[in-house]
Nanobody
Framework: QVQFVESGGGLVQPGGSLSLSCAAS?????????GGWYRQVPGKERELVAT???????NYADSSRGRFSISRDNWKNTIALQMNSLKPEDTAVYYC?????????WGQGTQVTVSS
């Protein structure tokens, strides 16, 4: 069973930056799948932040476009999310997701808090 470990969350002031990383426990696993980042705040549905397909083509939600950047490193077996110009409304638990060919995997989530 493959697992995904997220890291990089924490507390940052408005306007600051954070970088999230999601690493798969099985070597060479991520290269076969589409990857993405989602976020969720209490009482609301989980929402899409960004996705990246196996060719490296990225898509963003309106709320993250222009501020966030998703990337993948198939050699390191990771999917990353660089977040710039963070706003208080970006506060949420961020989850990575890897899916395709009938498989669907989620990370455990990492808290991002944007506050002064």
């Amino acid at each position: 069973q493959v697992q995904f470990v997220e890291s990089g969350g924490g507390l940052v002031q408005p306007g600051g930056s954070l970088s999230l990383s999601c690493a798969a426990s099985r070597p060479s696993f991520i290269s076969r799948y589409t990857g993405g980042w989602y976020r969720q705040v209490p009482g609301k549905e989980r929402e899409l932040v960004a996705t990246i397909d196996t060719r490296g083509s990225a898509n963003y939600a309106d709320s993250s476009r222009g501020r966030f950047s998703i990337s993948r490193d198939n050699w390191k077996n990771t999917i990353a999310l660089q977040m710039n110009s963070l706003k208080p409304e970006d506060t949420a638990v961020y989850y990575c997701r890897v899916w395709g060919s009938g498989a669907d995997y989620w990370g455990q989530g990492t808290q991002v808090t944007v506050s002064s």
